[in-house]
Nanobody, 125 residues
Framework: QVQLVESGGGLVQAGGSLRLSCAAS????????MGWFRQAPGKEREFVAT????????AYAGSVKGRFTISRDNDKNTVYLQMISLKPEDTAVYYC??????????????????WGQGTQVTVSS
């Protein structure tokens, strides 16, 4: 079992930045593809970013590409999501997810096995 705990969310003005962290416990995440998803009120959970086991391969949703950066520190068992140039439409609960996989990227919600509780990100206009 892998337990995931997100942190770093908050309220920020449009154009601002936030860095989310996802701390894993229970197992090392070296063999896990990690992902970030988000869910806005009244909307389905959507893919944001994913990173493979080594950290050399990443993939992003078109809406965040160029503004968000996913990274990982396997020694710290932690994954990050650096967000810049935030927009009001980025407002959502952000979730960290993990799946044991050799894939370069995993973008489907249903393919992940472990999820955190989420952290709220609110961007004011």
């Amino acid at each position: 079992q892998v337990q995931l705990v997100e942190s770093g969310g908050g309220l920020v003005q449009a154009g601002g930045s936030l860095r989310l962290s996802c701390a894993a416990s229970g197992r090392t995440i070296n063999n896990y593809v990690m992902g970030w998803f988000r869910q806005a009120p009244g909307k389905e959970r959507e893919f944001v970013a994913t990173i493979n086991r080594s950290g050399l391969n990443t993939a992003y949703a078109g809406s965040v590409k160029g503004r968000f950066t996913i990274s990982r520190d396997n020694d710290k068992n932690t994954v990050y999501l650096q967000m810049i140039s935030l927009k009001p439409e980025d407002t959502a609960v952000y979730y960290c997810a993990a799946v044991e996989s050799r894939s370069y990227s995993v973008i489907s919600y249903g393919d992940y096995d472990y999820w955190g509780q989420g952290t709220q990100v609110t961007v004011s206009s």
